[in-house]
């Protein structure tokens, strides 16, 4: 979870990223407010570290070439689905079955929770019903989901201007931080005036239900605008400041 602009798809590129070339396993993709087209071109971008959803003319670093060897190098590693007209649970559970029983995949990334009860009269029954049978359709196929939350407004400093994410501020209901083995959030003060705070994010482990170890912890990531990666870092590194502008 994360406030609006604040770097949530980002992360799951990279964590998709990871995925397909960290740990050699495929990865179900079903993002549900962007192109397939600008997906397949950041996803392409991050082996190459290169931006190829930015014209070439308009910044963009990069070849047709490369984005033809980028993109071809996600065939058999990455599987999104295209859900034009169609964003309903029932419809969204079918396609992870298939993913996972047909295509052998057991790591499914879904952006995100909120578009799925959009249209649904009463938004927190909704969401009680999917993240109960999401529970059941994990445990079931033995995979993992990852999925997206928007977050409630929160008294105090907004969560655009860096302000602290918290487990209860998940919008909907309690039901994401009951059923979740685990939660994150990222913080981010994207109006600061000050260019490396803006482009720095602070990723944080709100919840940990296999061991509780990992919860409180807080890491530093800088995205570089060249490169179009987050990086980890901490207070002790340096870095080329043109990079991040």
């Known amino acids: 979870g994360a406030g ?35 997906t397949i071109k950041v996803l392409a971008g991050k082996r190459f570290n290169k931006r190829f959803h930015i014209p070439a003319d308009k ?47 057991k790591d499914i990334y879904l952006d995100h929770l909120t578009a799925l009860v959009a249209q649904e009269d009463n938004e927190y029954k909704s969401l009680n019903r999917i993240m109960e049978e999401m529970a059941s359709l994990v445990q079931d196929l033995d995979c993992t989901i990852f999925y997206i939350s928007h977050l409630r407004k929160a008294p105090g400093l907004p969560h655009e201007e860096g302000g602290h994410v918290s487990a209860d501020q998940f919008k909907g209901s309690g039901s994401i931080v009951y059923w979740s083995n685990f ?17 720095t994010s602070t990723f944080i482990v709100l919840k940990d239900r296999n061991t509780g170890i990992a919860a409180g912890i807080r890491f530093k990531l800088k995205y570089c605008h060249k490169t179009g990666r987050w990086n980890e870092f901490d207070d002790s590194d340096t870095f080329d400041e043109e990079e991040f502008q």
């Open 4 to 38: 609006s602009g604040c770097g949530k798809t980002e992360a799951f590129k990279e964590m998709i990223n990871h995925t397909i070339y960290h740990h050699k396993e495929p990865a179900g993709v079903i993002f549900l407010e962007e192109p397939a087209a600008k």
């Open 59 to 105: 910044g963009g670093d990069w070849s047709i070439d490369e984005l033809v060897e980028g993109v071809n190098d996600l065939k058999g590693k990455v599987y999104l689905y295209n859900h034009f007209g169609s964003k309903d649970w029932e419809s969204i559970a079918s396609k992870i079955r298939y993913m996972v029983v047909s295509l052998g995949i």
């Open 183 to 199: 939660l994150f959030g990222i913080e981010r003060n994207q109006q600061a005036e000050d260019v490396d705070e803006r482009n």
